[in-house]
């Protein structure tokens, strides 16, 4: 890895979104719930912002591929925690939330070490899976702010749509690596 990759935009953006992760987390144990969700938005808008300088300024690294998504699932995971921690976000959501994410990164690795396998790009249903994440945290942290029902309905919504998103993603993920690994010739075809 070249410092020439690391001192690229997107990726100085990523690792500013990782540091203002203990800052949301200390905001937000500290009850200053204003400024945990401004500093959540703040890492929000840098990640949208990372992946668009990426492709804009042609700046696509391999750190990046694997910075960015270790950043969002840090940022997401933690915030669950915390939340639930903090009664905020019901546990049986960061429960399904932490038992998806675990579950792919110890597969990921051992396909990666067993059969060298390195293509585990996001589905649909994963990336849907990530806005219910961030739609449930973001409403979570304006509920604080902002008690209002329209917000608790957001927020109940898009928790609901967490735990459906996250258990499909799940379920198509191990359909794309047993896909994946037929192609690279690692699982036999089922004869009936």
Same mark, same amino acid.
């Given at each position: 890895?070249?410092?020439?990759? $690391? ?8 690792? #500013?979104?990782? $540091? +203002? ?15 945990? #969700?401004? %500093? +959540?938005?703040?890492?929000? %808008? ?5 992946? #668009?300088?990426?492709? =804009? %300024? ?21 915030? +669950?925690?915390?939340?639930?921690? &903090? ?29 060298? #396998? ?5 589905? $649909? ?12 945290? +973001? ?18 919504? *898009?928790?609901?749509? =967490?735990?459906? *998103? ?8 191990? *359909? ?12 036999? &075809?089922?004869?009936?």
């Amino acid at each position: 890895m070249s410092l020439r990759q $690391i001192l690229t935009a997107p990726n100085q953006l990523t690792l #500013l979104r990782m $540091i +203002f992760l203990p800052f949301i987390v200390i905001n937000l144990v500290k009850h200053d719930y204003k400024w945990a #969700l401004a %500093l +959540f938005v703040l890492a929000g %808008l840098s990640d949208g912002l990372d992946g #668009l300088l990426a492709r =804009t %300024l042609h700046q696509q690294t391999v750190l990046g591929q694997y910075l960015d998504p270790i950043a969002d699932k840090l940022l997401m995971s933690t915030m +669950f925690l915390v939340l639930s921690i &903090e009664r905020q976000i019901p546990w049986k959501y960061t429960i399904v939330v932490f038992s998806r994410d675990i579950s792919i990164l110890i597969i990921s690795g051992v396909l990666f070490m067993i059969v060298g #396998l390195r293509d585990f790009r996001p589905s $649909i249903f994963g990336k849907a899976n990530t806005a219910a994440q961030i739609g449930a945290i +973001f409403f979570a942290l304006l509920l604080l702010v902002a008690p209002l029902r329209w917000v608790w309905i957001a927020r109940t919504t *898009f928790l609901r749509a =967490t735990f459906l *998103f996250t258990v499909v993603s799940a379920v198509h993920y191990a *359909f794309l690596v047993q896909h994946r690994l037929r192609q690279h010739g690692h699982v036999p &075809e089922l004869k009936s």
